[in-house]
């Protein structure tokens, strides 16, 4: 997942570059796979809390 934001802020970047109208759709493209990959992350560093308590 982390990769795939990577490459839609890189493919923003480029067609930012170049004035292309997919700008706004590759960053929020970019953005919700960051949420999601943070949401990921904090449910598996609870999780892992979690499991080391019992």
Same mark, same amino acid.
């Given at each position: 997942?982390?990769?795939?934001?990577?490459?839609?802020?890189?493919?923003?970047? =480029? /067609?930012?570059?170049?004035? !292309?109208? !997919?700008?706004?759709?590759?960053i929020?493209? /970019?953005? !919700?796979? /960051?949420?999601?990959? /943070? =949401?990921?992350?904090? =449910?598996?560093?609870?999780?892992? !809390?979690?499991?080391?308590?019992?």
């Open positions: 997942m982390l990769y795939w934001s990577i490459v839609s802020l890189v493919v923003a970047a =480029i /067609a930012g570059s170049f004035g !292309v109208g !997919v700008t706004g759709t590759s929020g493209l /970019a953005q !919700v796979v /960051a949420i999601v990959l /943070a =949401i990921f992350m904090a =449910i598996s560093a609870l999780a892992s !809390v979690m499991r080391r308590v019992r």
